[in-house]
């Protein structure tokens, strides 16, 4: 990396809601299909918020909403940066 890097690594809080869609556990279908990134948010309260509205308005479709803390490197993380 070159000149100032003081920025690279530096994170900040975020909170990611995702859905876990059930109704794929009754097929030959990989975990990672069945799990989906839903929204991204700066706080725990919004998150929770979130979980809670999404659950309610798909309530009986066999979808399950959660969240789960998520830092985010708005600059990056240098990784790569030399290429």
Same mark, same amino acid.
């Given at each position: 990396? %070159?000149?100032?890097?003081?920025?690279?690594?530096?994170?900040?809080?975020?909170?990611?809601?995702?859905?876990?869609? /059930?109704?794929?556990?009754?097929? /030959?279908?990989? #975990?990672?299909?069945?799990?989906?990134?839903?929204?991204?948010?700066?706080?725990?309260? /919004?998150? /929770?918020?979130?979980? #809670?509205?999404? %659950?309610?308005?798909?309530?009986?479709?066999?979808?399950?909403?959660?969240?789960?803390?998520?830092?985010?490197?708005?600059?990056?993380?240098?990784?790569? %940066?030399?290429?």
């Amino acid at each position: 990396m %070159s000149g100032d890097d003081s920025h690279v690594n530096q994170k900040t809080e975020a909170y990611a809601v995702l859905r876990f869609d /059930e109704f794929g556990l009754a097929h /030959e279908v990989d #975990i990672t299909d069945l799990i989906r990134v839903v929204a991204v948010v700066p706080t725990l309260a /919004e998150a /929770e918020s979130e979980v #809670i509205r999404l %659950s309610d308005v798909n309530e009986g479709k066999q979808a399950r909403y959660f969240w789960q803390y998520a830092p985010y490197f708005p600059n990056g993380r240098g990784v790569g %940066s030399d290429l």
